[in-house]
């Protein structure tokens, strides 16, 4: 059997009057927590197992998802997500960017365009861009984070559903 995971107890809500309001039938206070049933070989509640060989863990895609809002720093992400993977390969990204058109701001300038300008000019030549995928919103029309990070999912969801057809999914290995 593998190593136990961490346990011991746990801390719920703390018992205060703005809680009791909030939560009339708690939980608050705290609780024991068992040792963990998962074994390094074995866990009842993973039950992927494509990548358990490690010679087939090298090849799983990795599916990064970026909700940017007029974000400078979101071409520094996708430099260190492709030069720091151990297999670059894997690194399949999908951006909402939501940014202004008419701005000559640095935060408006582009996840993709400054990331090819700014760290890496072979991106193209090296297949980024096979793996990356932008999607434009006007940030005035954007509906925030949550909204964003919602079709990223459902895009990823998208993948798998239809993963049997690739001409139908915008990503795959």
């Given at each position: ?71 400078q720093l979101c ?86 559903v239809h993963a ?10």
């Open positions: 059997m593998g190593k136990q995971g961490p346990y011991g107890t746990t801390l719920l809500g703390r018992d205060s009057p703005q809680n009791r309001k909030l939560f009339p039938d708690g939980p608050f206070g705290t609780i024991d927590v068992a040792a963990s049933e998962c074994a390094l070989d074995r866990c009842p509640h993973y039950h992927y197992k494509d990548d358990a060989a490690p010679d087939k863990s090298l090849e799983t895609p990795i599916h990064l998802l970026i909700a940017s809002f007029r974000d071409p520094r992400t996708l430099h260190n997500a492709f030069k720091r993977a151990q297999n670059p390969k894997r690194i399949f990204i999908r951006i909402i960017e939501q940014t202004q058109a008419d701005s000559d701001m640095i935060d408006d300038a582009g996840c993709w365009d400054r990331y090819c300008k700014d760290y890496n000019p072979n991106c193209i030549k090296d297949g980024h861009d096979k793996q990356t995928q932008t999607i434009h919103v006007d940030s005035s029309k954007s509906k925030g984070p949550t909204d964003a990070r919602s079709k990223l999912s459902a895009m990823i969801h998208y993948d798998y049997t057809d690739p001409d139908k999914v915008g990503l795959h290995p």
